[in-house]
């Protein structure tokens, strides 16, 4: 007999067990503290290595498919228009099951039956949020995603005017005063960098995603939360203990448990799983470069395109009127190296003639004089190219899961967690 009590599915992206048992102790934080009591167990990537399949864009695609990426595809954050497996709420949609799926990675809608909304991460280009007026939410956060190392001083003001209205038409003043004052208090002490930022909008979204499941209440919730993973590759010093960044960090993801659960003893069933996890290599001296304006460093290499799309980190999809364009794109591209290294990878897409992707194929340290050398000339890197992180954390494929009122075997791969709430044939909840 299919259980129909409603399902949340958190989706904590890529936290190592380790280190949040640790961070739930030292701060005392209830809320981890409570979901580390669930039964535990692990989960397995079917890839193993970062940047060619290990990778969250790729396995939440493998979780959300119940499917090997060999079988669905996708090996790059973008490509999500290709896929042709469906996708868990589409098939729960059809079993009769109401969904509501919020800031998941690499992932499509599809006008899903039964999806009551949809909000992909944002740097997912090809998938506008449903309902549409979400899009004015995820005006500041989109924006920013994609361009913080060359902001426009004129775009991020009316994207963060945009965000502003809404959430002060949608969220309760004192809310929005009690979460200030939290993250003023957090300041002391803490690096005022991207991981403070991208915590500051995960809690607010958690909070417009609390807004739509009370006036919704789907049978399924759908929530991804990437602010762990990003500490981790950033700013994760296993050798130093926890520092006041991490304990903002872990208090952050605490606060939106604190949102997201239904109280104890309440009807559901609760799973919180990370797709994959990652080991500290504070180290081992790796540097994640990302670019600072690829439409500009396109253009200075004299290369014709129409669009580009940036991606997460160190990549991005480009988009050429003509197969030349491209090919000459790719030759360019191809032959370029910084300090005798190659400088990207360099992927002409199967399917379409007019794509192409790359992404920055050098992990040493850039000297102040690197270049970046082309047949024929020559680019100062760091001129084009700014350091992402000094990477603290890299991808494993051993996951884990943590599940309230769901019995699933102690190891099992990341593809085949979601048919142990829903089995193929669940009977619609209604």
């Known amino acids: 007999m299919i259980n129909k009590d409603p399902v949340l599915v958190v989706e904590l992206n890529e936290f190592n067990l380790e280190l949040l048992r640790r961070a739930a102790d030292a701060f005392g934080l209830r809320h981890l503290q409570r979901i580390l009591e669930f039964p535990c167990g692990t989960t397995l990537a079917d890839q193993e290595h970062e940047h060619q399949g290990l990778d969250p864009w790729v396995q939440w695609v493998s979780v959300h498919t119940e499917s090997t990426s060999q079988e669905h595809g996708i090996i790059r ?11 868990i709420w589409e098939r729960l949609g059809d079993a009769g099951w ?17 999806n009551l909304f949809f909000v992909a991460d944002p740097w997912t280009f090809s998938q506008a949020p449903f309902p549409e007026q979400l899009g004015l939410f995820l005006s500041l956060p989109g924006y920013f995603a994609k361009n913080y190392l060359d902001l426009s001083r004129w775009r991020i003001i009316g994207a963060a005017l945009r965000t502003g209205w809404y959430l002060l038409r949608h969220l309760p003043l004192r809310q929005m005063l009690s979460d200030a004052g939290f993250l003023l208090r957090s300041l002391t002490g803490v690096r005022a960098g991207t991981v403070f930022l991208f915590c500051a909008f995960e809690l607010l979204s958690v909070r417009v995603f609390a807004r739509f499941r009370a006036a919704h209440r789907p049978d399924a919730n759908f929530i991804f939360i990437n602010c762990i993973a990003h500490f981790q590759h950033h700013d994760w010093n296993a050798g130093a203990g926890l520092d006041k960044t991490a304990e903002f960090v872990f208090s952050a993801v ?26 500290n290599v504070s180290g081992e001296h790796l540097y994640c470069y990302r670019q600072i304006n690829p439409a500009r460093f396109l253009k200075r290499l004299d290369l014709q395109f129409q669009r580009i799309e940036q991606c997460m980190t160190s990549d991005a999809h480009v988009f050429f009127a003509t197969a030349a364009d491209r090919q000459r794109a790719v030759e360019l591209l191809s032959s370029a190296t910084v300090n005798g290294k190659r400088a990207f990878d360099v992927e002409p897409d199967p399917q379409d003639g007019l794509k192409l992707f790359y992404q920055v194929a050098y992990w040493d340290e850039a000297a102040a004089g690197s270049l970046l050398v082309f047949a024929g000339r020559e680019i100062p890197f760091l001129d084009e190219f700014g350091i992402h992180a000094k990477r603290t954390g890299a991808h494993v494929p051993e996951g884990t899961y943590l599940a309230h009122g769901i019995d699933m075997p102690d190891r099992l791969a990341n ?16």
Request: no cysteine; aromatic share 2%; net charge positive.
């Open 254 to 279: 605490d606060r939106m448990l604190s949102i997201l659960l239904p109280p104890e003893g309440a009807p559901g069933r609760i799973l919180v799983l990370n797709g994959l996890s990652q080991r």
């Open 77 to 87: 954050l973008g490509d999500v228009p290709r896929l042709k497996k469906r996708q």
């Open 415 to 430: 593809a085949d967690v979601l048919r142990h709430i829903w089995p193929v044939d669940a009977a619609p909840a209604h």
């Open 98 to 114: 109401t969904t509501g799926v919020w800031g998941v990675m690499n992932a499509s809608r599809n006008n899903a039956s039964n």
